[in-house]
């Protein structure tokens, strides 16, 4: 099946920092691939969609001045948490469809704390 | 009113026993319809596509239901590693874009 690999697995980085989140599909095309973020013992809200060459679409609510979305090829995309705050501190996980069938496969996420 | 609800859960039964989950959607041009399993602190996995006709998949049965506007799952001789929490994720259609909902999950817990 389809892999997707996340790193760093988990981070700890101080207020007001940013940190830089990648996702790679390690075997096939992503067209488009999708972020998203997990509270404790909530359902996976998404935050944008990355669409390989263009602008990421933002979910309503979510600053894309504070979450950076860059997917500059088909097998990578990243999400950068600028000027971190405790509050963003969250698991953030990424997903990878190939377009062709919707069918998303996720990494393994990333669980940011920012103290 | 959600764009998908599911059984809110804890759904807590014995070890060979059969349960079953439904999720509702609000959209009704949704094109897309899955299952996905989530262990505690790691990724969601997918468990099975659903398609018009049902489909089943060993001790696995998905049934789409577009009349009444749901998909359900079966749980056939449930083992202690089913447990999880179990996502309903719909693809809707827009007029402009598609977007993939996910319900908020039915977590469930096989004793022995």
């Known amino acids: 099946g389809a892999v997707v690999s996340q790193h760093p697995s988990w981070v700890i980085c101080k207020s007001g920092t940013s940190v830089k989140i990648e996702c790679r599909s390690l075997?096939?095309?992503?067209?488009?691939m999708f972020w998203y973020r997990q509270f404790p013992k909530q359902s996976l809200m998404l935050m944008a969609t990355s669409n390989e060459g263009s602008k990421a679409t933002y979910e309503q609510g979510v600053e894309k001045d504070k979450f950076l979305i860059n997917h500059a090829s088909l097998t990578l995309s990243t999400l950068t948490v600028t000027s971190a705050h405790p509050e963003d501190s969250s698991f953030y996980i990424c997903?990878?469809?190939?377009?062709?069938?919707?069918?998303?496969?996720f990494g393994p996420g990333t669980r940011l704390t920012v103290t | 009113r959600k764009e998908v609800e599911q059984d809110p859960g804890p759904f807590n039964v014995p070890e060979g026993a059969t349960v079953a989950f439904n999720c509702t959607y609000s959209?009704?041009?949704?094109?897309?319809f899955f299952w996905y399993r989530q262990d505690c602190r790691k990724e969601p996995k997918l468990l099975m596509s659903?398609?018009?006709s049902g489909n089943e998949d060993g001790r696995f049965t998905a049934q789409l239901n577009r009349a009444s506007q749901y998909i359900s799952l079966l749980i056939r001789d449930s083992k202690l590693s089913d447990s999880a929490t179990y996502l309903c994720?719909?693809?809707?259609?827009?007029?402009?874009?598609?977007?993939?909902?996910f319900g908020s999950g039915t977590r469930l817990s096989i004793r022995p």
């Open positions: 075997d096939f095309q992503a067209t488009t």
């Open positions: 994720v719909v693809n809707m259609e827009y007029s402009s874009a598609s977007k993939i909902i």
């Open positions: 997903s990878a469809g190939s377009g062709e069938v919707y069918e998303q496969y």
């Open positions: 959209n009704s041009a949704s094109q897309s």
């Open positions: 659903v398609y018009s």
